[in-house]
C-alpha cells in the first residue's frame, strides 16, 4: 500500500461542474502540498497546507489532520483545469512522498 | 512562469554519452531539487541541495551526479545512462520549509 493514495485515479467532468480530488496518506507530515502538472509536464504549485483550510480563486484545498485525509475542490471547472493533480506530503521525518495523481479532463 | 529555468526543454542521448541538465533561479531561495518522473509512476526525489550541501541522496545512482555551485544553480550531469532512465526531469526550488517552485523540466530520451 502507497503511503500516498489519490481518488479518482482518472477524473471526467463537464464544464461548469464542482470537482473534488481527495488524498490520503499514512504517515505523520508537516505539510501537504497541492500541485497541477500540465501535459509537456511543467508543474505548479497550488497550496501547501498544514491545517485548515486555503483558497485561491476557485480552487479551495482542505486538509484534516486527525482524518489524515486532504481535499482539492475546483468550482466552476473550465477545460483549461484539464492537468493532473498531485498529492504531495512531507512527512515528519523530513522526506517527501508524492501520490500517484490524478488525471483530470474538463470537457467543453 | 515560475522563476525556476531548466535547460534543455529536451534531449536525446545514447548510453555512451555525457551530457548535463541545468536548473537556475533567482528568487532566493536555499534548496533546490531534482525529480525524476517515469512514465506512469509517482515523481520521486533524487537529491535534495540546502544553501549548497546536498542533505538528500535517494539511492540515486552514481550514473547521476548532482552539482551545486551556489543556491542559484543546480546541474545534473549524466554519463553511461540505460533507457529505462529515460523520463521527465524535473528541477524545484523553495526556501527550506516553504512551498516548492517547479521548472518547466527536461524530457530526456536515452536510446
Known amino acids: 500500500k502507497n503511503e500516498v493514495e489519490q481518488s479518482p485515479q482518472n477524473l471526467t467532468a463537464q464544464e461548469g461542474e464542482f470537482i473534488t480530488i481527495n488524498c490520503s496518506y499514512s504517515v505523520g507530515i508537516s505539510a501537504l502540498h497541492w500541485l497541477q502538472q500540465h501535459p509537456g509536464g511543467g508543474i505548479v504549485s497550488l497550496f501547501m497546507l498544514s491545517s485548515g483550510k486555503k483558497k485561491h480563486g476557485r480552487l479551495i484545498a482542505t486538509i484534516n489532520i486527525q482524518e489524515k485525509h486532504s481535499s482539492l475542490h475546483i468550482t466552476a471547472s473550465h477545460p483549461r483545469d484539464s492537468a493532473v493533480y498531485i498529492c504531495a506530503v512531507r512527512s515528519s521525518y523530513d522526506k517527501v512522498i508524492f501520490g500517484p495523481g490524478t488525471s483530470l479532463s474538463v470537457i467543453p | 512562469e515560475t522563476g525556476v529555468t531548466q535547460t534543455p526543454r529536451h534531449l536525446v542521448m545514447g548510453m555512451t554519452n555525457k551530457k548535463s541538465l541545468k536548473c537556475e533561479q533567482h528568487l532566493g531561495h536555499n534548496a533546490m531539487y531534482w525529480y525524476k518522473q517515469s512514465a506512469k509512476k509517482p515523481l520521486e526525489l533524487m537529491f535534495v541541495y540546502n544553501f549548497k550541501e546536498q542533505t538528500e541522496n535517494n539511492s540515486v545512482p552514481s550514473r547521476f551526479s548532482p552539482e551545486c555551485p551556489n543556491s542559484s544553480h543546480l546541474f545534473l550531469h549524466l554519463h553511461t545512462l540505460q533507457p529505462e532512465d529515460s523520463a521527465l526531469y524535473l528541477c524545484?526550488?523553495?526556501?527550506?520549509?516553504?512551498?516548492?517552485?517547479f521548472g518547466q523540466g527536461t524530457r530526456l530520451t536515452v536510446v
Open positions: 524545484a526550488s523553495s526556501p527550506w520549509t516553504g512551498e516548492a517552485f
